[in-house]
């Protein structure tokens, strides 16, 4: 996903933005940009390919004085049209060199658009969706900016976020949004536009989330939010949360370590706000409303990393809870067909907050009043604003592009809500008060394995040298697997499966031999002897095996590569290996010199379907 970031204002304004492009070096994007236009119609552009700090480099170079510009836009791209060049590069201007456009998202319909213009005499410089809109706002320009963006967007067709500077009006900044986050942000008189509210941490105290078809007009140093019908719209100023110590490394060496090392403590406080362990209760009201709505079917809506968190609940929900649950990939969702009832209960989930397909099909169910649930990270994101029942993961910002804390923060509530359910409906209590019992000491657990990793290390560095890798798994650990074959495809760019064990034979074994190495999850669970078999098989041909059991496992003497977890019940199995395994990750990317916390070609939030 591209980033916008927009500053207005008659002070600071370089420096700014320069360092908010600095803070921006953590992810993965192929170019960046940044304009500036004063009051006599001149404007500065410098635009750089690949890493931000090329452009902040060639800005900071640069002997003009820009004392007298007090209207600033960068941006970040993540290509999804056109190669990585400087002419693809935002932003995209009109022929007569008269408006300047940034836009977020993609234009579907943008062939067809360009067809037109084309058949008008536009000309074209580069391969973008984006150039089509500068191009637009020229050949349907009426009398005013505002008036012609209100126009401009009823073509265009799916999701975007557009910031539009008109030269001859260089007091005026114009903002329209449908899907694209967005939002205003405040400090005293200066205003700030961003993708992000957490790029406003460092300048702002206050910000309005915009919602779709809301256009922002900064004029004259004040706004105003209209709708498509031209009227204002009011809204009140949100304060802008600041934890700035979860956003620094310290003295971690990559984003990706730092925050799985966590873990522990996001577990603890997220716990101790949901569970009174003295008493053995959940303490939530979110959760109260929702056994309120005595639903007996669960769908379930999620895209990979989220995806694989929502398989592993499947399993509590039914298992535990005795309800029934399907899970469905995202973008096959608006596909399918769907069968309406009251009682069933539609949850999403999402680690980036803002990914579009989710968001989507977040849509379809709403317009059908049909009873919708998220589990987010950020309070404010338009995933948490549309859903009826949200509740928060308490998992602090995160970072790097791929996902560690946020998927296991996932997976906690996840468990929450299928004891909530379960409790309700009076099933088992003393498994129920089980799991209460061992989640007060599982950020111990997770410590201890933190605490404790030079044999992961170890192995990372053995196994690094190989490009493939399987990872095989039974019942509650099927999504952990396909997790962590994920992450591994993420970060180290080595080709990796997630496979079921009990249908090695069915076909993936033909794939495995001394150069195709294999993880076994096998903790303590009712099906460690039956893993053991396969396990066995492959030994027999003298492939290479790494063993995922608990500590004090009476056959590990017999294997040669292991990663021991410490002791816990069946049920909460997959955090202890969720963690282990990202460091596994982790430090094979670290052997192979990988840029661990910005993987290339990826985005933290996807944008396109």
């Known amino acids: 996903m591209c980033w916008i970031f927009a500053y207005i204002w008659d002070k600071r304004a370089k420096d700014f933005l320069i360092n908010w492009l600095r803070n921006l070096e953590y992810r993965w994007y192929d170019s960046a940009w940044i304009i500036t236009v004063n009051n006599s119609w001149d404007f500065y552009l410098e635009k750089a390919i690949w890493k931000v700090s090329n452009l902040a480099s060639k800005i900071e170079k640069n002997d003009s004085d820009f004392k007298n510009f007090n209207l600033w836009i960068a941006h970040t791209r993540w290509a999804t049209h056109g190669w990585v060049s400087e002419e693809n590069c935002h932003p995209h201007y009109s022929n007569n060199n008269r408006f300047f456009v940034v836009h977020n998202w993609i234009i579907e319909n943008y062939i067809e658009l360009k067809k037109d213009l084309e058949n008008a005499w536009f000309s074209f410089y580069g391969n973008t969706d984006s150039e089509v809109i500068a191009k637009l706002i020229e050949a349907d320009f009426q009398k005013d900016l505002e008036t012609t963006i209100k126009n401009i967007t009823k073509k ?80 009140n100023l949100i304060n802008l949360e600041k934890n700035k110590e979860s956003d620094w490394l310290w003295k971690y060496k990559h984003y990706m370590l730092k925050e799985i090392y966590e873990i522990p403590q996001i577990l603890k406080n997220s716990l101790a706000w949901r569970i009174d362990f003295e008493k053995k209760e959940i303490t939530s009201k979110t959760l109260d409303e ?39 990939v995202s973008t096959e969702f608006k596909y399918k067909k769907h069968f309406i009832n009251d009682k069933t209960l539609y949850i999403f989930i999402s680690q980036s907050w803002e990914t579009a397909d989710s968001l989507e099909c977040l849509k379809i169910v709403k317009n059908k009043w049909w009873l919708t649930f998220w589990i987010v990270n950020s309070v404010w994101s338009s995933i948490a604003r549309l859903t009826d029942i949200w509740l928060y993961t308490h998992s602090w910002t995160e970072i790097w592009v791929a996902s ?18 379960w409790n309700s ?66 970060i180290t760019y080595h080709h990796s499966e997630a496979y079921s064990a009990w249908e090695l034979k069915h076909g993936p074994l033909s794939l495995i031999d001394e150069n195709f190495p294999t993880v076994l999850l096998n903790p303590n669970s009712k099906l460690e002897e039956k893993n053991i078999s396969t396990l066995k098989e492959i030994q027999a041909r003298d492939w ?53 916390d910005k993987p290339r070609n990826l985005a933290k939030s996807v944008t396109v379907e």
């Open 156 to 235: 265009l067709v799916w999701a975007y976020a557009i910031a539009v500077i008109d030269r001859e009006n260089p007091n005026i900044l114009i903002w329209a949004k449908i899907g694209s986050p967005l939002v205003l942000g405040f400090w005293k008189k200066e205003f700030f536009l961003s993708s992000d509210p957490n790029a406003l941490k460092e300048s702002c105290d206050h910000f309005i989330p915009l919602e779709d078809w809301e256009i922002v007009v900064i004029k004259n140093w004040t706004f105003n939010i209209f709708n498509l019908d031209n009227k204002i719209i009011e809204k």
């Open 290 to 328: 929702l056994i309120s709505k005595k639903i007996n079917k669960i769908e379930i809506i999620a895209s990979w990393t989220s995806y694989n968190a929502w398989l592993t609940a499947a399993t509590w929900f039914e298992d535990l809870a005795d309800i029934e649950t399907s899970v469905y």
């Open 404 to 421: 560690t804390k946020a998927f296991i923060g996932q997976l906690w509530v996840l468990l929450l809500m299928a004891l909530s359910l």
């Open 425 to 490: 409906r009076n099933l088992e209590y003393l498994k129920f008060k089980e799991i209460i019992e061992n989640l007060e000491n599982l950020d111990k657990k997770l410590q201890k394995i933190l605490d404790n990793t030079d044999g992961i290390k170890i192995l990372s560095e053995k196994y690094s040298v190989y490009n493939n890798m399987f990872f095989l798994w039974r019942n509650l650990l099927f999504p952990i697997a396909l997790e962590w074959s994920l992450k591994l495809k993420e």
């Open 544 to 596: 290479k095996v790494i063993w995922v059991l608990t500590e004090n496992n009476k056959h590990k003497k017999e294997f040669d590569d292991i990663i021991e977890i410490p002791e816990t019940i069946e049920e909460l199995n997959p955090f202890l290996i969720a963690e282990s395994l990202d460091l596994f990750a982790y430090y094979m990317a670290l052997y192979l010199w990988k840029e661990i």
